[in-house]
């Protein structure tokens, strides 16, 4: 059984970064996409990021784009997303999830094993 879980949140200013990490234990690493999400107060989860299982494929959503980096260590049985240039509304619980069967999607249904989240708030 594939168990997450993520580190690296906290309060930054705007314009600030931030590092997440999401470590992962049991599966095979490699052999699976993973997927950030985020959750605001009073939204619903939406997607951020996504990579597929060897780390050759990304995706991002609009508004992250340029500004946050997904990425793999296979080695280390950890995804990271790195966040540049932090807005207020960048504020949230992010999660990472393991897609086990797919490409790595953006639909969070597709997402097999999620971890607990991490805060995030960025002040402005």
């Known amino acids: 059984q594939v168990q997450l879980i993520e580190s690296g949140g906290g309060l930054v200013q705007a314009g600030g970064s931030l590092r997440l990490s999401c470590a992962a234990s049991?599966?095979?690493?490699?052999?699976?996409?993973m997927g950030w999400f985020r959750q605001a107060p009073g939204k619903e989860r939406e997607f951020v990021a996504a990579?597929?299982?060897?780390?050759?494929?990304?995706d991002y959503t609009d508004t992250v784009k340029g500004r946050f980096t997904i990425s793999r260590d296979n080695a280390k049985n950890t995804v990271y997303l790195q966040m540049n240039s932090l807005k207020p509304e960048d504020t949230a619980v992010y999660y990472c999830?393991?897609?086990?069967w797919g490409p790595g999607e953006r639909r969070l249904t597709k997402y097999d094993i999620w971890g607990q989240g991490t805060q995030v708030t960025v002040s402005s």
């Open positions: 990579i597929s299982y060897g780390g050759g494929n990304t």
């Open positions: 999830a393991a897609d086990l």
């Open positions: 049991g599966r095979t690493f490699g052999s699976y996409a």
